[in-house]
């Protein structure tokens, strides 16, 4: 996943030095900001900020208070890079929660590596499943916030397994979580296919998942998810349960009770320029969308193309 990191500064000075300094790590992309246009850039969330303090003409303070006052921006890390050298200078800037203050000269190693790291450990913090790595519900409405803010067209993808308590009532929970890593490895590979870029793969939670790609047109996508998940999970069960076609569970009066092998459901929400002012409304056309895809035995998706 590339690292969009906003270098601030008004004169251009420092985007020439990281885009050097990163010339052979295709995952970071450097973008210059001018401090009039923080306000729109703030909107489309960075991976990391650093601001170049002896570049700008505002008060670098209260330029980091308005960074930590957005609701979007309050976990992404800020790094300021000055000639000043008044330690409380430096101290007022770490109290607005900025990660490092660095003075100059700047030694480049230095300054690769801190961005390197701070990335690496920002990434870490941000997988909030130990399961499957994904970004979680944080993420995904930041996400889908961007989204609608930048007025471009987007497909989102809810997808979760069906029948998954039984699976786990006969299999166990571990087996249980081998399918769900399965199910997250597949989505991730599929959705972030070369044919797509600006993509993004989320866990909601237990076997809920959400995939957000670009453009509205998401129906060869959501064949292929579909096809490899029936073709792939059958390793996940014995070859009895695989040739009776279902699996029994005994339910909590004892009686015996047959259930489909687990299957796969995509409920999808085509989200045309401004159909949806609010993730709230995303998210309620996802629940309906997905009903009816889970209405239909096996592994299946359904699109909801109304305006």
Do not use: W
Not at 45 to 59: K, T
Not at 228 to 246: A, M, N, S, W
Not at 297 to 305: F, H, I, L, N
């Amino acid at each position: 996943m590339v690292q969009e990191i906003y270098i601030i500064d008004d004169d251009d000075s420092s985007i020439v030095i990281f885009r050097e300094l990163f010339k052979n790590d295709p995952d970071y992309k450097f973008i210059s900001v001018k401090t009039e246009q923080i306000d729109i850039a703030l909107k489309n969330i960075p991976s990391l900020i650093v601001i170049n303090e002896d570049a700008i003409d505002r008060n670098v303070v209260e330029l980091c208070k308005k960074i930590r006052k957005d609701e979007d921006n309050t976990i992404t890390p800020v790094i300021v890079v000055s000639s000043k050298d008044s330690k409380d200078h430096r101290v007022k800037i770490l109290q607005e929660s900025v990660e490092y203050y660095i003075k100059k000269p700047v030694d480049e190693e230095y300054l690769y590596y801190t961005v390197k790291n701070l990335n690496r450990l920002l990434s870490s913090n941000r997988r909030v499943s130990p399961l499957t790595g994904l970004p979680g519900n944080v993420q995904i409405h930041a996400e889908l916030k961007k989204r609608i803010t930048n007025k471009q067209p987007f497909s989102v993808l809810y997808l979760d397994l069906d029948n998954f308590k039984a699976y786990n009532d006969v299999y166990g929970f571990l087996k249980g979580d081998e399918i769900i890593e399965f199910t997250a490895d597949m989505i991730t590979k599929l959705v972030h296919s070369n044919e797509l870029e600006n993509t993004f793969v989320g866990h909601i939670g237990g076997d809920d998942f959400v995939a957000i790609v670009p453009g509205t047109n998401c129906e060869k996508l959501c064949q292929s998810l579909v096809a490899y998940f029936d073709e792939h999970v059958k390793k996940f069960f014995t070859e009895e349960d695989l040739e009776k076609g279902y699996i029994e569970v005994a339910n909590r009066r004892g009686i015996i009770e047959k259930f489909p092998l687990t299957s796969l459901s995509i409920g999808v929400v085509m989200a045309d320029v401004g159909r949806f002012h609010n993730i709230l409304e995303i998210g309620e056309i996802g629940a309906q969308v997905k009903h009816a895809a889970k209405s239909v035995m096996g592994s299946c998706y359904a699109v909801d193309k109304r305006n």
